[in-house]
């Protein structure tokens, strides 16, 4: 979905990832590694060029298997020394458990 430039994406952590059986056993969390590939596919699937880098990134909340999420995925323009990018936040109902700078490559 895309408002006033903004794309929406939703994802799902699935139950039985392969992961959670050593992050961390008896208390399963998505690893950051884990969800940000997750953001990066979702941007590119709704259409991103592929990221570069991600110079800001914070992990507000821990994510655990079985929770759906909501991207927002907001272009910013260049401005005070910086380059046009993405900003995204990952949401969990209303709790913002993720957030960051993407840094596409130039069409």
């Known amino acids: 979905m895309q408002t006033n430039g903004m794309q929406t994406r939703r994802i ?10 050593g992050h961390f056993p008896g208390r399963p969390i998505v690893p950051g590694s884990m969800l940000i590939d997750l953001v990066l596919a979702a941007w590119e699937d709704a259409g991103g060029d592929p990221v570069t880098s991600v110079p800001s990134l914070k992990f507000h909340r821990p994510v655990v298997p079985g929770d759906a999420l909501v991207l927002h ?5 260049p401005g005070s020394g910086t ?5 995204f ?8 458990v993720c957030s960051g700078l993407l840094m596409p490559r130039a069409p």
């Open 12 to 21: 799902s952590i699935p139950l039985e990832h392969p992961v959670f059986e």
């Open 73 to 77: 995925f907001t272009p910013t323009t």
């Open 89 to 96: 936040t990952c949401l969990r109902e209303q709790t913002l």
């Open 83 to 87: 380059e046009a990018g993405v900003r």
